[in-house]
């Protein structure tokens, strides 16, 4: 088969596909695999195109209907980066709610002038209340981690839970851990937003575009929350306001950025590929 990536995807797996064509997404007849990131796929652009093998658990990009009426089957890889995304949302947590980069940041800039006793205070992380909302693999990584800091859990996903709106309003620490979808793209809007208690920590390694981007800054600014980043609504683009607040920690997507898992990522990008060949099933579809 001919396979086109948009980019060398990390670990000894990928080496398995042989002679693979790096390149952009631009018109190729022959091209019947293509590797992308979670990024838009034309598929009249391949007329060939049979397999889309998504390097990430997120396709909210590709456009997976579309493909789907042109017989075009699309695989992901999930499962394999729940613990370091929880990782990364636990240290987001902590990195706001202890405001550890601002205490980073005086230190560098010759700021700490007095003893321990005189440090600025943070909010206690043991003991408080964390919503999560989306409950599936990466919100359960997240739930489980919490056990060690003693902290009370709500949650909300599709089918049950606290919901919404109670969630917000009782939580000490809110951590997004949905998909992109047609019902959660604005899910947390400026309504919702004001529902969070004041000192409040807003956590989000899901994706941007769940949030009203504008409204969030609009609470940061006003200095009423706190919030720790890593997406955000036009990437890479991060709105100006948010680059010299204290209260915010930003981060560049880096949910899954641990070598072991993008190159457990690949493995599986590398199997379903070769599952496909084969003529076999495939091991993680959309």
Request: proline letters at 6%; one cysteine or more.
């Amino acid at each position: 088969m001919k396979i086109r990536a948009t980019r060398r995807y990390p670990g000894p797996a990928f080496e398995e596909l042989g002679d693979v064509e790096i390149g952009p997404l631009e018109p190729r007849d022959d091209v019947e695999v293509l590797v992308v990131a979670n990024e838009p796929v034309d598929a009249a652009l391949f007329p060939s195109l049979r397999l889309v093998a998504n390097f990430g658990v997120g396709y909210d990009r590709i456009g997976v209907e579309a493909l789907a009426q042109r017989g075009v089957a699309v695989t992901n890889t999930p499962g394999v980066l729940d613990a370091a995304t929880a990782d990364l949302t636990w240290a987001l947590i902590l990195a706001a709610r202890r405001r550890i980069v601002e205490g980073d940041r005086r230190v560098r800039a010759g700021e700490w002038h007095g003893s321990w006793a005189d440090g600025f205070l943070a909010e206690e992380l043991t003991g408080s209340t964390l919503g999560i909302i989306g409950l599936g693999r990466i919100g359960t990584a997240v739930a489980r981690r919490a056990e060690g800091f003693e902290l009370r859990v709500l949650s909300t996903r599709r089918s049950g839970g606290t919901p919404l709106e109670e969630l917000l309003a009782e939580s000490d620490i809110v951590t997004i851990h949905a998909p992109l979808t047609p019902e959660t793209r604005g899910l947390l809007d400026a309504r919702r937003l004001s529902l969070l208690r004041d000192g409040a920590c807003l956590v989000n390694t899901a994706r941007g575009e769940i949030v009203d981007e504008d409204a969030l800054v609009a609470e940061l600014v006003s200095g009423r929350i706190r919030a720790g980043l890593d997406v955000f609504a036009h990437e890479p683009h991060v709105p100006e306001p948010l680059l010299s607040l204290p209260n915010v920690v930003l981060t560049p997507h880096l949910g899954s950025a641990t070598r072991q898992t993008r190159e457990a990522m690949t493995r599986l990008v590398v199997d379903n590929i070769l599952a496909f060949e084969r003529g076999e099933r495939l091991v993680t579809p959309t």
